[in-house]
């Protein structure tokens, strides 16, 4: 079993909608959480970070984490075509002794 | 504040040939890391240093690559020698390790091709 599973997609969304992009994890010490976006040929950019249980917004953008299941999700609202784009699910499981492990990512597509 | 910098943006080598890419982090981080990303494999740690030490190397695929940090504003990773299967985009990233927010920062990457 991957440490860090994502749907590889793609996730085919309409302008305007909600896309939610999944992530669960296997190690259940697992302590901070990360969600990065990569546009085709560029760098991975940290869009949001959470580390309790709940939901955490910001702007369009909300994380959910839910240790128990060890799942955590993103949801954009209003998606738009410039949020087309593959999102990478990072877990830390050993802050200092291990770097992030990240998952395969899941390609998202919203149709104007 | 310049980001992270990798050089060179593209790299094409032939098999066998020695490869250096290299990476100044963002200042005042602590910690830097060399990942790799491929179709097939995608983003995979190499090498974890932390205050220039390195922590965990676990993720080094075999003798063939090495990683250095000299001093806090820079670090080197090669390949000698190189070979097909090392074609792949190298990626560098720098954080502060032990704030509240610690996400990582990567650099632009380095595209690696061996012929």
């Known amino acids: 079993q991957k440490e860090v599973e994502q749907n590889s997609g793609p996730l085919s969304v309409p302008e305007g909608a909600i896309a939610s992009l999944n992530c669960t994890y296997s190690d259940r010490v697992s302590q901070s959480f990360f969600w990065y976006r990569q546009y085709s040929g560029k760098s991975p950019e940290l869009i949001m970070s959470?580390?309790?249980?709940g939901d955490k917004e910001d702007g369009r953008f909300t994380a959910q984490l839910n240790k128990a299941s060890q799942y955590v999700s993103l949801l954009i609202r209003d998606s738009q075509p410039s949020d087309s784009a593959t999102y990478l699910c990072a877990v830390n499981i050993d802050t200092g002794r291990r770097a992030l492990t990240f998952g395969s990512g899941t390609r998202l597509q919203v149709q104007p | 504040d310049a980001g992270v910098i990798q050089s060179p943006r593209h790299e094409v080598t032939e098999m066998g040939q020695e490869v250096t890419l290299r990476c100044k982090p963002i200042s005042g981080h602590n910690s830097l890391f060399w990942y790799r990303q491929t179709m097939m494999r995608g983003l995979e740690l190499l090498i974890y240093?932390?205050?220039?030490?390195?922590?965990?190397d676990s993720g080094m695929p075999e003798d063939r690559f090495s990683a250095k940090m000299p001093n806090a504003s820079f670090s080197t990773l090669k390949i000698q020698p190189s070979e097909p299967r090392d074609s792949a985009v190298y990626f560098c990233?720098?954080?502060?390790?032990?704030?509240?927010?610690?996400?990582?920062?990567f650099g632009s990457g380095t595209r690696l091709t061996v012929v």
């Open positions: 959470i580390y309790s249980n």
């Open positions: 990233a720098s954080s502060f390790v032990g704030g509240s927010n610690y996400g990582y920062t």
């Open positions: 240093f932390n205050n220039n030490v390195p922590i965990d």
